[in-house]
């Protein structure tokens, strides 16, 4: 899987977009990109994923830059909630390994 | 309810012990998982099973070992835990036919090896 790189912390503030960034420059064509977040100590909670074109659901929105590079994970109107630690993933859905390499991810706290 | 219920939340045991960590999913995936997650490390995989019949292990089997009793059902064992299996332990679940989707991560058991 390819190795992905995020901005260890961020704050955003309350009713804002957090734009969180995540590069995965050596990322190939059958790989896809996916993020989790994980609040204190609980689960890791899938969110959202995207092979090309940018994705939305009715947690958030998935930019990925068209050379493949980079994404961006938009939260349109951030809560308290939402503060959590968040891990993007690069990785082939067919991949014979199924370990998720989650990394550090970034720690997005938001801000009353 | 939880789509992937652990059980327990918390568990303390003495070392040389042997443990039972269960999960079960009202998901209908048929894949399950065991991560554990140690600070710092991030998560890593245990074991994991396709179907009934189905055992794989993971990066860090040794010392562990695992059950699917049903599609449902997946636990993870401690045979005789040792101090470094402190740790939070995660079951999660993955559907096959939509090999593409994310995983559904149950709440996590965390266990202490004194």
């Known amino acids: 899987d390819a190795k992905t790189t995020q901005p260890p912390s961020m704050d955003c503030a309350e009713g804002r977009a957090a734009n969180l960034p995540c590069n995965h420059s050596t990322i190939s064509g059958n790989e896809y990109v996916y993020w989790y977040r994980q609040i204190h100590s609980q689960g890791p909670q899938y969110i959202i994923h995207g092979l090309k074109n940018n994705e939305t659901n009715e947690m958030a929105s998935l930019i990925i830059t068209e050379d493949r590079k980079s994404s961006t994970l938009i939260l349109p109107h951030a809560t308290l909630r939402d503060t959590a630690v968040y891990y993007c993933?690069?990785?082939?859905?067919?991949?014979?390994?199924?370990?998720?390499?989650f990394g550090k991810g970034t720690k997005l706290s938001v801000i009353p | 309810d939880a789509d992937v219920t652990q059980t327990p939340r918390n568990r303390i045991t003495k070392t040389g012990k042997r443990i039972m960590l269960e999960c079960s999913q009202t998901?209908?995936?048929?894949?399950m998982y065991w991560y554990r997650q140690d600070p710092g490390l991030g998560l890593r995989l245990i074991y994991y099973s396709f179907d009934v019949k189905d055992i794989n292990k993971g990066e860090i089997s040794d010392g562990y070992s695992v059950s699917r009793q049903a599609q449902a059902k997946f636990s993870l064992s401690l045979e005789s835990a040792i101090p470094n299996q402190t740790a939070l332990y995660f079951c999660?679940?993955?559907?096959?036919?939509?090999?593409?989707?994310?995983?559904?991560f149950g709440s996590g058991t965390r266990l202490t090896v004194v």
């Open positions: 999660a679940t993955s559907d096959a036919l939509r090999a593409g989707e994310g995983y559904t």
């Open positions: 998901k209908g995936h048929d894949r």
């Open positions: 993933i690069v990785r082939s859905p067919g991949a014979g390994s199924y370990q998720l390499t």
